[in-house]
């Protein structure tokens, strides 16, 4: 079965949230969004999108990615 979500990244820098998630699921495409940032509505089992606190340095993931 293939992995779905990773809240285990949830606080993680995203640079490093992104290569966790690609080395579990190398068939999605990841999106980098600023939380907060506007995004377009829709489920797409090819993506999974990692929102991160712009105003933070570390720029750490503020909420669990899951494919959609």
Known sequence: MSKTSWPEVVGWPATQAVTQINADRPDVAIEVVPNGTTVAPGF????????????????????????G
């Open 44 to 67: 797409n089992a090819g993506r999974v999108r990692v929102f991160f606190d712009a105003g933070n340095a570390s720029g750490p993931v503020v909420g669990t990615p899951a494919v």
